[in-house]
């Protein structure tokens, strides 16, 4: 079997999760304009909830996942308002930020582990229905294409609500300038912390996140054709310092 | 009383590591800077990955995941470090050279010219100074330090492997300083025995081991916000974030 085509449909598949993330953190960094370590963590929240809810109290898959969703957003909601907000306020540094959210990573992260053991946990069971699909010689599950559906479903809603409601457009403006939007009378905490919330429900943002996502996936799953698998992790970061050296505005300018 | 010769030498350990990254971080603002603090960041964190990737994978050098075991304590002049009494000495020294080293080099012109960087680097480009030498200067030597913690670190303990320096272990070193002060020599130490010190406490309350090592991360996590919240200088730094 030719392996070009399986590693193409690989790299769409972890394009799409990559892009559902980025949308999240893209909304924040847009909005909050600091770089939030803890987001990761808040997928993970996700991922665990889905493990308590289906697998261990037996509830149907979906509810499982929009509780994960739910307490996501609500982990992101709180953060950001007993932390981020003080903090914004005080007009602290990126550095403070970051930071900030380096210990909520570190301590949110501690606390999974401590719930759910640091041994990983696997979700197989659920899934007894996934079917395989065959295209252009590329095997794919039930799954796969349900996170590329997602993705291209939660781009275009998002997409949406950030261009024709009243509330993409206060977003919009708050990432331009916040002081300004305050001016006019946008309610920016509000708005802020809705942000996090729905990055952290995984919904998320926009054009260049997006073609990142994608570049990281087909990098790293054609990477490790000729290279090795092991060497994923390098393949990424190496990535990231070249972007950060030879082209720091990212792929599209903005 | 083993177990308090043990404590103190990890102190010493980490506390040369808190010194030598002071010296990159607090001094030159390096990774912290006002100005592209998070492509630093973003950077620096991508390179630690990297190189960790690097020693997993590269098995001829390093055996990989497996690890080295058997490295010697140390000998001079047929004397051996092999009991922890005579490591903790040797330790303390080296503690106390990095210390001088450190206290040399931020109180000479060029470490007035490293925290002249911090606060204003453009402004001081325009006085003439190639500010990149200065902060390469002060990358390498803080990276030099760092490998003397290394060094005793993989003799005392006999054995190093990948995962024994992963970003979280950087995040650890990275709150000492921040919990002692940035900036600050003296700082970085009392961070060091602190951050080592305070989880130890933990053990006695009796938790399994596993749980206590990830309460321990989560103390660090929350230490890290509660600063940032009430304290962002630290507890004797003098350069505020």
Redesign the interface.
Known sequence: MDIVPQLITNSLIAGSIYAILTLGFNLTYGTAK??DMGYGVLAVIGGYSVFYFSKLLGLPLWLGALLGITISGLVSYLAYTF?YK??RARK?????????S??????????I??LF??QFQTLSSLLSGNRIFELFGGTFTAVQLSIFGIGVVLFTVLAFLLKYTLFGKAVTAISDDEEVSKIVGINTDRIVGCIFFISGGGIGNIYGGIAGAFLLAFAENFGIWKI?G??K??I???L??MF??WR?QGIFKR | MEYLIHLAILVGIYAILALSLNLAVGYTGLI???FD???Y???S???N??I???F??WQELTRGPLGIPGIHRPEIFSFSFSDNLSFLLLTSVFLLLVFLVCRHITESSFGRALKAIREDEEALQIFGYRTLNYKLAVFVVGAMLASVAGALFASYITFIDPSTFTV?ES?FI?SAI?LGGLASNRGAIIGAVVLILLPEFLRFVGFPS??AA?????V??????V???YR?QGLVGEYK?
């Open positions: 600091f770089i932390i003080p903090l602290s540094s990126g550095a403070v930020l970051l930071i900030a380096l210990g909520v990573l570190t301590a949110l992260q501690a606390v582990a401590i053991t640091s090795a092991e060497w992790g390098a990424t970061f190496g990231l310092i950060l050296l720091p | 912290l800077s006002k603090d998070d492509y960041a973003l950077a964190f991508g390179f990955i990297i960790f990737s690097v997993l994978n979280s995040i990275l921040i596993d749980i990830q309460t321990r991360q989560a660090y996590g929350i230490l890290l916000v600063l940032m919240l962002p974030l």
